[in-house]
């Protein structure tokens, strides 16, 4: 038996699985956010996105935020959190995820897997404004569940 050629093609499995674990370390990190003007969409304000998301004017007024797996209605009004979270409160297809002063963030079990909605508050230029997510949005990466808060409390007033 050779002992050299055993432990080379060890040593060669071992970094396979490194790099593959690499790999998966930066795919779950979430996405990749850059700055997102909301002016020409009808909102004096900028926010963090994923790379590659748009803006456009809302019915009903505010601005619709999206991107592949990703979605905010972006409004300048405040939501009633508490009223948010006693709605999915006991009962066992939800949970909360992230439960703050300024956001809820839901996860919903349904067809095979989780999807995520975003309520969030925020103070932009003095005034509280908001973010929730579609109810019928495709939201089914916890990652992108916690960029949707992030990037509404990144909303900034120009």
């Avoid at 779950?28 to 997102?36: D, S, V």
């Amino acid at each position: 038996m050779d002992r050299g050629r055993g432990r080379k093609e060890r040593h060669t499995t071992m970094k396979r699985i490194t790099l593959i674990g690499a790999v998966l370390a930066l795919a779950a990190c979430g996405p990749t956010m850059k700055e997102l003007d909301l002016e020409a969409a009808g909102l004096p304000a900028t926010m963090q996105a994923p790379e590659g998301a748009s803006a456009e004017a809302a019915r009903g007024g505010g601005v619709h935020v999206t991107a592949e797996g990703f979605d905010l209605l972006v409004r300048q009004r405040a939501l009633d959190l508490a009223a948010e979270k006693a709605e999915v409160a006991g009962n066992e297809r939800y949970a909360i995820p992230v439960d703050a002063e300024d956001a809820l963030l839901t996860e919903f079990e349904a067809l095979g897997g989780p999807f995520y909605r975003a309520f969030v508050n925020v103070e932009v230029g003095g005034e509280t404004w908001s973010c929730q997510t579609d109810a019928l949005a495709n939201v089914t990466d916890s990652s992108m569940g916690e960029a949707m808060v992030e990037a509404c409390r990144s909303l900034t007033a120009k």
